[in-house]
């Protein structure tokens, strides 16, 4: 799959909420998740890791009210996506999450992902 092919398959994927198998379907073993610095689990190493900290994240949230996903932009083997999710956090309330998803492409696979946001002061 071309970077494109990838992120447009991902990008679909997770509009039907379906992350988990996106990442069994699109990430290398190898693959590294990077988060802000100061976030929970701000570094997770192979695929592995990465599906723990998705159901980790699962399991922290209430009430999901919707998401909304860009189109990717594509360049030179990444592509970047902004997702928005409406949810409702344990013990936090109801929360705007805004990011910036940036993914590295090698050998038709995602092997990096990076988010961008502003940590809560």
């Known amino acids: 799959m071309t970077t494109m092919e990838v992120a447009e398959r991902l990008v679909a994927l997770c509009r039907e909420g379906k992350i988990m198998e996106a990442q069994q379907e699109l990430y ?20 592995t890791a990465i599906i723990a900290k998705s159901k980790h994240f699962d399991e922290m949230v209430e ?41 590295q492409v ?6 990096s992902e990076q988010f961008f946001y502003s940590m809560p002061s």
């Open 28 to 47: 290398a073993d190898n693959c590294v998740s990077i988060e802000p610095a100061g976030a929970p689990m701000s570094r997770a190493e192979g695929l």
């Open 63 to 103: 009430e999901f009210h919707g998401a909304q996903i860009s189109n990717p932009v594509e360049g030179g083997g990444f592509f970047s996506i902004s997702w928005h999710m409406d949810v409702t956090m344990k013990g936090m309330g109801r929360q705007h999450m805004n990011e910036v998803c940036l993914y």
């Open 106 to 111: 090698v050998n038709g696979k995602i092997v």
